[in-house]
């Protein structure tokens, strides 16, 4: 394998007749020690996938192919995509995909274990890669990027620092994200030399999520942020008129500040406060996940009702009752999977149907699945576009449920609730089986969604 020296790139670049465009941001690592020190901040094992987005001639990727058991290579350039299907073409591993990344379709990668990201991201496009990968849900659990210094200085920025670089993009970052500058590259790294600097960031998850996460109702948060900081001097309360905030100096009170005060003054921890008292100000009562005294009909094997007991009772004496699986499908065909709030007495934060749930002592099938759709993902539906297409009796696959599945087509994007459900997002069908092949598929799905899914693939 070629070494990526600076006359090796160029080299390729002018076989490929590829010219660096400066508007684009194209500028190409051309440092073999620092191209292998960046790789190494990712500690790759061979249990691990990598995405590499912006491959190039690949200057990252030689150091990394050895290292791991898939390799995924995302390349916007059809040019160098060619080259590096043709370089990489005797590593079964490695998987070239020609498309940009800012609309790359990650739930692809749910079906792959232990995933770390890794690239040098051109300057045109790093705001809206960080989006589309490293955005709530991502199967993501590290990452290694490159950005210009100016980038890095918005995503660490933080409201006592006085700066303009705060804002909507330092906080949807710092949200789920702990943010570590590694390394700054001068511009003789790369070909061709850019007129700035260069830093190396790492990403993890955020450790120190606390109560204020609880919960968490994220539409309200971006949406809070976005019109707060849509004119960052004008006071929060005049952006907020139409969020109908009752007792607004009670709250700016509580958050220790004055009455004008201004979206760039809020930490990410008082945008948080803030976030749940717009979350709750119109409820009586705090939403809750699970009600351990709500009563269920019990059922016999032919599905029969033969009594009532509350949940607590069921579960605790394994009782036969009844449920409702929904699959929720696109106009493209996608399924809308969900991931189980982490306030669940059963399988917390697996992943499973669209919707589900038990179905209340007295209630039919459908109405539960009516119900259990609009309470989980807003969705308002009549009866006539579900679709039955499966029956799963009582089993300890399916935790004594006797389960009724239904599908229904939905064009929109389905608002999750944050106390029911901790996450979101479309998968294509090819996608839920690899998903539910591999290995760690048997533990990132909840009991029973295997039995559900084949049920609907049977059914197709």
């Known amino acids: 394998m070629p070494e990526m020296t600076p006359s090796k790139i160029q080299s390729i670049l002018d076989e490929k007749g590829v010219i660096p465009s400066r508007k684009l941001g194209q500028n190409?690592?051309?440092?073999?020690?620092?191209?292998?020190?960046?790789v190494d901040q990712l500690d790759l094992t061979l249990e691990d996938t990598?995405?590499?987005?912006?491959?190039?001639?690949?200057?990252?990727?030689?150091?990394?192919?050895?290292?791991v058991g898939r390799l995924i290579l995302i390349e916007y350039d059809a040019r160098l995509a060619e080259y590096l299907t043709a370089r990489f073409a005797d590593d079964a591993h490695v998987n070239v995909i020609h498309i940009d990344a800012a609309r790359f379709d990650i739930g692809k990668l749910y079906a792959y274990p232990n995933l770390k990201f890794i690239g040098n991201l051109p300057y045109s496009a790093g705001g809206a890669i960080v989006k589309r990968f490293l955005s709530h849900p991502t199967p993501i659990n590290v990452a290694v990027l490159m950005f210009q210094k100016e980038f890095v200085d918005r995503m660490k920025a933080t409201a006592d620092m006085g700066t303009k670089a705060?804002?909507?993009?330092?906080?949807?970052?710092?949200?789920?994200?702990?943010i570590e500058e590694l390394k700054v590259l001068p511009p003789e790294?790369?070909?061709?030399?850019?007129?700035?600097?260069?830093?190396?960031v790492r990403f993890t998850p955020r450790k120190d999520k606390g109560e204020l996460y609880e919960g968490l109702n994220r539409f309200d948060f971006d949406r809070l942020i976005r019109v707060g900081f849509a004119q960052r001097r004008k006071q929060l309360k005049k952006q907020l008129k139409n969020e109908e905030i009752p007792n607004w100096s009670e709250l700016m009170e509580s958050l220790g500040h004055e009455l004008t005060v201004r979206a760039e003054e809020l930490s990410l921890e008082q945008w948080l406060k803030l976030t749940r008292y717009v979350s709750t100000a119109h409820l009586s009562i705090e939403p809750q996940a699970q009600k351990s005294d709500e009563v269920l009909d019990v059922v016999n094997a032919e599905d029969e009702i033969i009594g009532t007991a509350t949940r607590a009772?069921?579960?605790?004496?394994?009782?036969?009752?009844?449920?409702?699986h929904i699959l929720v499908f696109d106009k493209y065909k996608r399924v809308y999977l969900q991931q189980r709030s982490k306030f669940k007495d059963t399988h917390p934060l697996a992943w499973t149907s669209s919707a589900s749930g038990h179905i209340d002592a007295g209630e039919s099938y459908e109405n539960a699945a009516i119900r259990e759709l609009e309470e989980e993902l807003s969705l308002e539906v009549e009866s006539t576009s579900l679709t039955q297409i499966g029956h799963l009796p009582a089993s300890g696959a399916t935790g004594s449920e006797e389960l009724r599945i239904y599908?229904?087509?939905?064009?929109?994007?389905?608002?999750?609730?944050?106390?029911?459900?901790?996450?979101?997002?479309?998968?294509?069908?090819?996608?839920v089986n690899a998903w539910l092949d591999s290995d760690h598929g048997k533990v990132d799905f909840a009991g029973g969604f295997a039995q559900v899914w084949a049920a609907f693939i049977a059914k197709i």
């Open 50 to 67: 990598v995405v590499e987005v912006g491959p190039g001639t690949g200057a990252l990727t030689e150091h990394i192919v050895d290292k």
């Open 28 to 38: 190409f690592l051309a440092d073999k020690q620092a191209a292998s020190w960046i």
């Open 407 to 431: 599908a229904i087509q939905y064009t929109g994007q389905p608002v999750w609730n944050c106390y029911e459900i901790e996450a979101g997002r479309w998968f294509d069908i090819e996608t």
């Open 189 to 200: 790294c790369f070909l061709p030399e850019p007129v700035i600097d260069s830093t190396v």
């Open 313 to 324: 009772e069921i579960h605790e004496k394994n009782l036969a009752h009844r449920s409702v």
């Open 166 to 178: 705060y804002g909507v993009l330092s906080l949807r970052m710092q949200l789920d994200w702990d």
